[in-house]
C-alpha cells in the first residue's frame, strides 16, 4: 500500500481500493488535485489494515477485486468504521450487482470509464451527507443529555416520585395526563418520557392549544385540504401525521375547545381523523402526552370539558409539585441555571451568595421552576462582580438595583438592634445564630444542605454550630424541609 499526501488544508481523507494500479494511479492524482488526502490498497488486506490504523472520511472500492468482491470487503470495511460512505465503481455489465450493494450499505455507485467532475460529486455529496448526519447525531444526544430523565434535577422526594413513574410508564404505549401549575416543568417531563420510550428516534411534536382560535388549532393539529377554507391554498400536513411513529404532546389540554374535543377523542379510539375538508380519514400512530394546569375534574363537573374525553387521557396521571413543595431542589436548579445562563452571556458569575440563596429559599414561587429561571437570568445579567448578590434576586417592579452591593441588612440585624443598643460583639453573635437557626430549619437539619447554603465547609460549619450551643437533631425532627417559613 501506498499514501499520497494531500495539502496542509485537507478537503478529507480518502482510501481508494482497486486491483488495477494504474486506475488507481490515475484516480488518487485527480483527488489530490482537488484537495483530498488519499491512501490507496491495491489489495483487500491492505485497505483493511489501512482502515484499521487510520479513519477515513469516505472509501471508494471497485465491486470486482482480484480477492474477491467489493460488497463483502465493504462489509468489513463498516465494520471497522459503520459511519463512513463507501462509493461503489463499477461497469456497465454489473449495475444490478452496484444497486444490490446500494441496498447492503453503499452510498452510491459510478460506472466506468467515469469522468473526474462526476466522481468529485459525488463525493462531495456523501461527505456532506455525511457532515449532516453526524450533526443530527449530535444534536439528538445534545437534546438526551438535556432530556434524559436521570438527569432531570429531583432532589426532592417529590420529584423523585415523579421519575420513577417516568422511568416505569416511559416504554409502554400508555396516554400520560401531566397536571401542574404554570412552570413546573410539564413539556420537559414529556420529551423526557418520549426520549426514554422506544419512539425516541421518531418525531415529538408539541403544540399549545391554548395558544390558537379554535379554527387555528384545528388546521394546525388535523390538516386541511386545498380550498377547504379561505386562504387554504394548498393541502397540509397536520401535527398529528407530522408526530406519526412518534409522540404528540397536547399543552393545556384544558383549553381546547369543546368542537375538536369530540375529533380528539376518535384520534384516542381509532388512531385515525378527518383534516380539515377532506373525506379521507387519515390513520396515524402516535402516543398521545397532555398537560394542564386545570382542575379537569373540574371542568367535566362544569359541563367544559367531555367526561369521556378525560377519562381517556386520564390513563397515567402524573401530578407535578410545585416549587414551593420541593424546595430543596431550589438551590441544585438554581445552581444549575446559573452555570448555563453565565456561559450564555459570557459572564465569569461563580456563585450565589448565603443570604441571595436564603433569599430563594423562602421565595413563595408562583411562576415555579420558570420564575426561578428568569430569576436567575435576571441576576446574572444585572450582577456587576462575580457573584449574585441578594439585591439582584427577586426583585419588585418598582425596585432599582444597586451598582454595587450596599452594607448587609435584614429582619435578623433589625431585630439585634431592636430595644437598647447592644454592642457589636453582642449583635453580631445574635444575627449569626439567627442565621445558623434559620439556615437549619430550611434544610430540615441537613448540615451538608446548610452548609453549602452558608459557602462553609462542614468542618468549620459544625464549629459554629458547637460556638451558638445549636443541636442540629432539633432540626431533623422538625423536618420541614418543604414547608419552610414563607
Not at 434576586?393 to 438592634?417: C, D, H, Y
Amino acid at each position: 500500500m501506498n499514501k499520497e499526501n494531500g495539502q496542509n488544508l485537507s478537503a478529507g481523507k480518502l482510501l481508494v481500493v482497486d486491483d488495477d494500479s494504474n486506475l488507481i494511479e490515475l484516480v488518487a492524482m485527480k483527488l489530490k488535485g482537488a484537495n483530498y488526502e488519499v491512501a490507496t490498497a491495491l489489495k483487500e488486506e491492505d485497505a483493511l489494515k489501512a482502515a484499521t490504523d487510520d479513519v477515513f472520511d469516505l472509501c471508494i472500492v471497485d465491486l470486482k477485486l482480484a480477492g474477491r468482491n467489493g460488497i463483502s470487503l465493504m462489509t468489513e470495511l463498516h465494520s471497522v468504521n459503520p459511519e463512513m460512505p463507501v462509493i461503489i465503481l463499477t461497469g456497465h455489465a454489473s449495475v444490478e450487482s452496484a444497486v444490490e450493494a446500494m441496498k447492503k450499505g453503499a452510498y452510491s455507485y459510478l460506472t466506468k470509464p467515469f469522468n473526474t467532475p462526476e466522481l468529485l460529486l459525488q463525493i462531495e455529496r456523501a461527505l456532506e451527507n455525511r457532515r449532516l448526519n453526524s450533526e443530527i447525531q449530535r444534536l439528538k444526544e445534545l437534546l438526551q443529555e438535556r432530556y434524559d430523565f436521570t438527569n432531570i434535577i429531583a432532589k426532592s422526594e417529590g420529584m423523585r416520585k415523579v421519575l420513577d413513574v417516568v422511568s416505569r410508564i416511559a416504554c409502554t404505549e400508555s396516554t400520560v395526563f401531566l397536571q401542574g401549575e404554570s412552570g413546573t416543568g410539564k413539556e420537559i417531563v414529556a420529551k423526557a418520557i418520549h426520549l426514554a420510550s422506544t419512539r425516541r428516534n421518531k418525531p415529538f411534536v408539541a403544540i399549545n392549544c391554548a395558544a390558537l382560535p379554535a379554527t387555528l388549532l384545528e388546521s394546525e393539529l388535523f390538516g386541511h385540504e386545498k380550498g377547504s377554507f379561505t386562504g387554504a391554498n394548498r393541502s397540509t400536513k397536520g401535527l398529528l401525521s407530522q408526530a406519526d411513529g412518534g409522540t404528540i404532546f397536547l399543552d393545556e389540554i384544558g383549553d381546547m375547545p369543546p368542537s375538536l374535543q369530540a375529533k380528539l377523542l376518535r384520534v384516542l379510539q381509532e388512531r385515525e381523523f378527518y383534516p380539515v375538508g377532506s373525506e379521507k380519514s387519515v390513520q396515524v400512530d402516535v402516543r398521545i402526552i397532555t398537560a394542564t394546569n386545570k382542575d379537569l375534574q373540574a371542568e367535566v363537573k362544569e359541563g367544559n370539558f367531555r367526561e369521556d374525553l378525560y377519562y381517556r387521557l386520564h390513563v397515567i396521571p402524573i401530578h407535578l409539585p410545585p416549587l414551593r413543595e420541593r424546595k430543596e431542589d431550589i438551590p441544585h436548579l438554581a445552581n444549575h441555571f446559573l452555570k448555563i445562563i453565565s456561559q450564555q452571556m459570557k459572564k465569569e458569575v461563580k456563585g450565589i451568595t448565603p443570604q441571595a440563596m436564603q433569599k430563594l429559599m423562602l421565595h413563595d414561587w408562583p411562576g415555579n421552576v420558570r420564575e426561578l429561571e428568569n430569576t436567575l437570568e435576571y441576576a446574572v445579567a444585572m450582577t456587576p462582580l462575580d457573584m449574585i448578590t441578594e439585591e439582584f434576586v427577586l426583585q419588585t417592579k418598582n425596585s432599582v438595583p444597586q451598582t454595587a452591593p450596599q452594607q448587609e441588612t435584614g429582619p435578623q440585624m433589625n431585630i439585634a438592634l431592636n430595644g437598647p443598643v447592644k454592642s457589636y460583639k453582642d449583635a453580631r453573635y445574635l444575627f449569626e445564630r439567627d442565621y445558623l437557626v434559620r439556615l437549619l430549619e430550611l434544610c430540615g437539619g441537613k448540615a451538608s444542605e446548610a452548609a453549602k447554603l452558608a459557602g462553609k465547609c462542614r468542618t468549620d460549619f459544625y464549629e459554629l454550630l458547637r460556638k451558638h450551643e445549636i443541636k442540629i437533631e432539633n432540626f431533623k425532627a422538625a423536618g420541614n424541609v418543604a414547608h419552610a417559613p414563607q
